[in-house]
């Protein structure tokens, strides 16, 4: 590369001086012809830039994403914004003085930043560049080169994500209160009210469990949050710190892991207000947790249930659904440990899960042992 | 028609509380239930066990089902698939195994199960690579989702 000390200059002005200050002219013109046959083929857009914002250089790719030649462009004489740049989408004039690449002149390699471009045609798009400093010998900074590229697709497709997301949250909402519609029309009158309060409280923890998962776009789910909001009584109130005590670090859950452990804590909860500590007023329950590693690299999240200054714990005499949840679903389901203490000074309920990669079939390959 | 009484039933279903509606439906019907939650652990069942009858929802959430499937048709186990998708959702290999449309109803389960046992282990369809082939020809009629029976109500 010419190692010169000026501003760099547009290429028409540049090339005549360039091609006789040297000897090896031939050698010149054969880095030039490789370079021009890489910048014309690339499939990103290539500005370079002077210390005037003017661009002096743009390769194909940006002929095409621009509308404009790099004759027209040099033709013009003014900076490249004013070309490429000049209209915000809401159709008010964009200034120089406002252009977020103008200002990024950059200090560092590779800035990187997302804009909206006008075309030569008049039509918007979305583009994300990187730029970088040209500096001459004395590292002066002389020039800048901007890569771009038009981003309207991914844009596009983040969008229908959006909406799918959306769509899917307000259908999975539906389909819950659906649900809790048809069993209150089927079982009017048909059903004491008790029953039905007990199938509505788990209707709203399994609704409650989903919440989790929406705010994290259904990829994973915060421990925390799913242990907070399965102990706060109504889903917008916060856990009772007088009643609980809650004690462990956040760890990201998979969605799966997420809905079974929120209906398990649900279930702990009302049998503790209907029979343990949080029958009286006195009783506390302490919820622990801790993350350890296991020998296959995975993280294992060990949680216990004590109730504490509750009344004299009688031992059940059936196994309802939240024991089978918790001590035969849960464990089968993610390869873990669950065991209920009916402890006379309080009921201790003990869980170990692995907590498996998140993702779905489809996203990762099978972690289950193919049976060929 | 009841086949179903004392059989001894796989059922693979990987949410827990759809697990339990499940096995409680398949109790009701009189059968042995032995649930698998995990695809490794239904593959370990099938291969240390024999089982009359099998019940494989398809998406395990972080696998599907598929595996179980190839290891059952080589024991000449009948089956059926569980799933929201119906047929469709099946991969070309396994369309012509008995559909459950979830949500699972207990009438239509038992209705399958008690074809299955008529039958015999369903054919296989479609023009992928065939699993290893029944070693038993215990029954030349088997049933497949075009017979009478349409179970998927949806098409």
């Known amino acids: ?372 | 028609m009841n086949l179903l009484e004392g059989r001894r039933v796989l059922l693979v279903e990987d949410e827990s509380l759809v697990a339990m509606m499940a096995e409680d439906m398949l109790l009701d019907l009189g059968c042995e239930v032995i649930v698998a939650m995990r695809l490794d652990k239904a593959v370990d069942y099938v291969h240390a066990e024999t089982f009359d009858l099998a019940v494989l929802d398809v998406n395990l959430g972080d696998a599907l089902s598929y595996p179980v499937a190839n290891l059952l048709r080589e024991r000449c186990t009948p089956f059926l698939f569980a799933t929201g998708y119906g047929a469709r959702g099946l991969e070309e290999t396994y369309r012509s195994v008995p559909v459950l449309q979830k949500p699972y109803q207990a009438a239509l389960m038992a209705h399958l199960l008690n074809q299955l046992l008529a039958g015999g282990a369903p054919t296989w369809g479609g023009s992928g690579p065939e699993p290893a082939t029944c070693a038993c020809h215990r029954s030349t009629e088997a049933p497949s989702a075009d017979g009478s029976f349409q179970a998927d109500l949806a098409r």
């Open chain 1, 1 to 372: 590369m010419p190692n010169t000390r000026q501003p760099l200059q547009s290429v028409p002005a540049a090339s005549t001086p360039l091609a006789s200050l040297r000897p090896g002219a031939d050698q010149l013109f054969e880095t030039e012809r490789r370079l021009n046959a890489v910048l014309n083929n690339a499939s990103v857009s290539i500005f370079l830039m002077d210390d005037r914002q003017h661009c002096i250089y743009m390769n194909r790719a940006a002929e095409q994403l621009t509308g404009w030649t790099l004759p027209e462009v040099l033709a013009r004489d003014c900076p490249l914004h004013d070309i490429v740049h000049h209209t915000y989408p809401d159709g008010r004039p964009f200034p120089l003085a406002e252009c977020a690449i103008d200002r990024a002149f950059p200090e560092n390699n590779q800035e990187r930043g997302e804009e909206v471009f006008v075309h030569r045609d008049g039509h918007f798009y979305a583009v994300g560049f990187t730029a970088s400093p040209i500096r001459d010998d004395a590292a002066n900074i002389i020039g800048t080169i901007i890569e771009v590229r038009d981003i309207t697709e991914e844009k596009a497709a983040a969008q229908r994500q959006r909406l799918l997301i959306n769509e899917l949250n307000h259908r999975v909402k539906n389909t819950l209160a659906t649900v809790q519609s048809i069993a209150a029309q089927t079982f009017r009158g048909q059903t004491d009210q008790a029953a039905r309060a007990v199938f509505d409280s788990r209707m709203a923890a399994l609704s409650t469990a989903h919440n989790v998962l929406v705010e994290d776009n259904w990829e994973s789910a915060s421990l925390r949050s799913v242990v907070e909001r399965a102990l706060a009584p109504h889903r917008l109130a916060e856990v009772d710190v007088t009643r609980f005590v809650l004690d462990g670090p956040d760890a990201r859950l998979h969605p799966k892991v997420a809905v079974t452990l929120g209906m398990a804590l649900h279930e702990l909860m009302t049998n503790a207000a209907k029979y343990g500590s949080l029958s009286i007023p006195e009783g506390r329950v302490a919820v622990s947790w801790a993350l350890h590693a296991l020998d296959d690299g995975r993280q294992q999240l060990a949680l216990s249930w004590e109730e504490h200054d509750g009344p004299p714990v009688t031992r059940p005499t059936r196994r309802g659904f939240g024991s089978r949840l918790i001590e035969r679903q849960l464990p089968m389901e993610f390869d873990g440990r669950a065991a209920i203490t009916y402890a006379p000074d309080g009921v201790v309920c003990q869980l170990e899960v692995p907590l498996t990669q998140l993702g779905w079939v489809g996203q990762e390959t099978l972690d289950g042992h193919p049976a060929r």
